[in-house]
């Protein structure tokens, strides 16, 4: 049965919110926002059992999805939606996916959420399989969308993991690696944007960016495979070339310019 008072909902610790003064709401924003990393680095161990197995798929061609509808949702398709720029990965390899599609993004739709049977016939426009892999989103660990989603792939035998901000969410049965971030009573109460949007983005950019180190995407500490959309960026590939290679800024603008890529002036110069 569906838990009427996840942790997320519960009551603010704090009282009388709009009699605090200015000075008085962003001091205990903060204190309660520095609880998150502590709830995180709790879930790391199944947190690293979640990166080993979606790196096992993805090695054998699989593709990562992300579903969720609000704000989760929201944090899933903005993780994905960085990864291309970050590591030269194609848009189809990690894909985020919401609740009431892309309109979702910027405007909440009606209802989306509450639909148990759309996550799965969102997600076959993508010609799901099982060498895919799905994370479910979802603070409360009780949307329906997402739940559906996750039992839908589990008749498929698709792997899934989720992350939700709750001991009690039904969504980490229906996961093979369930992450729970209990991160307890919003400052403002149920406002999950806040503390449990704030651990569910940094357990993404922990798992994504895991993922593709184990991928090959970085070497040593840069990201060689980023794409040159930019000024800044082109500017910081030349300076990794600059350090790799132990050359000046001109000859480094020219090799890049030339290979279009940092990792293509390395393997030219075998320092890949």
């Not at 919401?98 to 909440?108: E, K, N, Q, S, V």
């Not at 603008?253 to 002036?265: D, I």
């Amino acid at each position: 049965m569906k838990d009427k008072n996840p942790e997320t909902e519960r009551e603010s610790l704090y009282q009388d919110l709009d009699q605090m003064s200015v000075l008085e709401l962003l001091t205990n924003i903060n204190t309660e926002d520095r609880k998150v990393p502590q709830i995180v680095e709790q879930q790391i161990p199944k947190i690293e059992k979640l990166v080993k197995a979606i790196v096992k798929k993805m090695q054998l061609g699989g593709r990562l999805f992300y579903i969720g509808a609000g704000t989760s949702g929201r944090i899933g398709v903005l993780d994905a939606s960085e990864c291309p720029p970050t590591f030269g990965v194609p848009p189809d390899m990690i894909i985020g996916i919401i609740a009431g599609g892309d309109t979702a993004i910027r405007t909440a739709v009606e209802n989306a959420e509450d639909d148990v049977n759309q996550a799965w016939k969102d997600l076959e426009k993508y010609q799901i399989s099982s060498l895919d892999f799905i994370i479910g989103i979802a603070a409360s660990g009780n949307t329906p969308y997402v739940l559906g989603g996750l039992k839908k792939a589990k008749e498929n035998k698709v792997k899934t993991g989720s992350i939700s901000c709750t001991s009690t969410g039904l969504i980490a049965r229906e996961a093979d690696y369930p992450i729970e971030l209990v991160t307890g009573p919003e400052f403002l109460t149920g406002s999950t944007r806040m503390k449990a949007g704030t651990a569910q983005k940094l357990a993404l950019n922990m798992i994504s960016t895991s993922v593709m180190i184990k991928l090959g995407k970085v070497k040593g500490n840069k990201m060689v495979d980023m794409q040159l959309s930019n000024e800044k960026l082109v500017k910081r590939a030349v300076k990794m070339i600059m350090e790799e290679l132990n050359i000046e800024y001109d000859l480094a603008a020219t090799l890049l310019q030339e290979h279009k890529s940092v990792r293509a002036v390395l393997l030219a110069n075998n320092k890949i």
